[in-house]
């Protein structure tokens, strides 16, 4: 038995997440990877991205702090071998290379920027086909604070795959119009068949965070009636009572609403009655497209 370590870095709009996986490697049977660390640090990027157009320089320090201080816990961990990427913030940011280009030279970390399109083909490398049954078909929704990636699985095969400029700092921002709801509702519908079984995959920390408070268990789907629910609930506090009574992070209490407002239209339109919640997303696809591209 051999164990090696691999890292992510998923740089997104709302937070910088580091994880660091152990690849255990045998003999007679396939490698099983287990998480060893996940460190999140609530830099909210989209806040200028989407707002100002560029990030700012005390952003920007924030997130050279940050790449630094993973770069010693890559060391510590004895991390051989990571991948860094950076979704829509750093996308649409007018000097999203030059803040790649300075990371790079005060921390040694090297950022691919990459597209929609690069980030669902990353997230479809999980182990979301252990979770797809060939009866039905899967709505896939990765929520993250400036896009949403939507992927339609029928009868076991991908069938379609769209990122959407609809995220929960964007919403949060007043940023997102009518017409991208528009959108997105008649890519769902166009992708699907009328009479399909539906059932979502849900990604991102916010429906992790929402089936955390469920109180279900690993693997048991959240229902569109607790959701419908519990975003009435969350909607009806104020933002201090949600952080005071909830016990959520500052920096979740309020995008964990407009989350569950794009989880609960996708159902609408998909016609989905559950949502399961597997906890896997970019940066476990990182880790096994890191791997298989090892050599």
């Given at each position: 038995m051999v164990v090696r370590?691999?890292?992510?870095?998923?740089?997104?709009?709302?937070?910088?997440?580091?994880?660091?996986?152990?690849?255990?490697?045998?003999?007679?049977?396939?490698?099983?990877?287990?998480?060893?660390?996940?460190?999140?640090?609530?830099?909210?990027?989209?806040e200028d991205a989407f707002t100002k157009g560029a990030i700012s320089e005390t952003s920007l320090q924030r997130l050279i702090q940050t790449?630094?201080?993973?770069?010693?816990l890559m060391q510590v961990y004895g991390v051989e071998k990571y991948m860094a990427t950076a979704t829509s913030a750093l996308r649409e940011a007018n000097n999203g290379q030059e803040v790649v280009d300075?990371?790079?030279?005060?921390?040694?970390?090297?950022?691919?920027?990459?597209?929609?399109?690069?980030e669902a083909e990353i997230i479809a490398s999980t182990d979301l086909q252990e979770l797809?049954?060939?009866?039905?078909s899967y709505l896939y929704v990765d929520v993250g604070g400036g896009s949403t990636e939507f992927t339609v699985f029928s009868k076991g095969v991908l069938k379609a795959s769209k990122s959407f400029r609809i995220g929960t700092v964007r919403i949060l921002k007043g940023l997102v119009t009518e017409q991208v709801w528009d959108d997105v509702q008649d890519w769902i519908r166009g992708n699907l068949q009328e009479d399909a079984k539906v059932e979502?995959?849900?990604?991102?920390?916010?429906?992790?965070?929402?089936?955390?408070?469920?109180?279900?268990?690993?693997?048991?789907?959240?229902?569109?009636?607790?959701?419908?629910?519990?975003?009435?609930?969350?909607?009806?506090?104020d933002y201090e009572d949600r952080v005071s009574e909830l016990g959520l992070n500052q920096d979740r209490a309020d995008v964990i609403i407009p989350?569950?407002?794009?989880?609960?239209?996708?159902?609408?339109?998909?016609?989905?009655?559950?949502?399961?919640?597997?906890?896997?997303?970019?940066a476990d696809g990182m880790i096994k497209t890191l791997y298989y591209l090892k050599d």
């Amino acid at each position: 038995m051999v164990v090696r370590k691999f890292a992510a870095i998923d740089i997104g709009s709302n937070a910088v997440r580091l994880l660091v996986n152990n690849v255990i490697e045998h003999e007679d049977k396939p490698p099983s990877f287990k998480k060893s660390a996940l460190i999140r640090v609530p830099v909210r990027l989209g806040e200028d991205a989407f707002t100002k157009g560029a990030i700012s320089e005390t952003s920007l320090q924030r997130l050279i702090q940050t790449m630094q201080s993973f770069e010693l816990l890559m060391q510590v961990y004895g991390v051989e071998k990571y991948m860094a990427t950076a979704t829509s913030a750093l996308r649409e940011a007018n000097n999203g290379q030059e803040v790649v280009d300075r990371i790079l030279q005060e921390s040694g970390i090297g950022i691919e920027i990459i597209d929609g399109k690069r980030e669902a083909e990353i997230i479809a490398s999980t182990d979301l086909q252990e979770l797809i049954k060939k009866d039905r078909s899967y709505l896939y929704v990765d929520v993250g604070g400036g896009s949403t990636e939507f992927t339609v699985f029928s009868k076991g095969v991908l069938k379609a795959s769209k990122s959407f400029r609809i995220g929960t700092v964007r919403i949060l921002k007043g940023l997102v119009t009518e017409q991208v709801w528009d959108d997105v509702q008649d890519w769902i519908r166009g992708n699907l068949q009328e009479d399909a079984k539906v059932e979502i995959i849900g990604s991102g920390g916010n429906i992790n965070k929402l089936h955390k408070m469920s109180g279900r268990k690993v693997g048991q789907p959240l229902s569109y009636i607790w959701l419908n629910a519990q975003y009435h609930f969350l909607n009806s506090m104020d933002y201090e009572d949600r952080v005071s009574e909830l016990g959520l992070n500052q920096d979740r209490a309020d995008v964990i609403i407009p989350a569950a407002k794009i989880f609960l239209s996708a159902a609408k339109w998909s016609g989905a009655k559950k949502i399961h919640v597997p906890k896997i997303g970019l940066a476990d696809g990182m880790i096994k497209t890191l791997y298989y591209l090892k050599d």
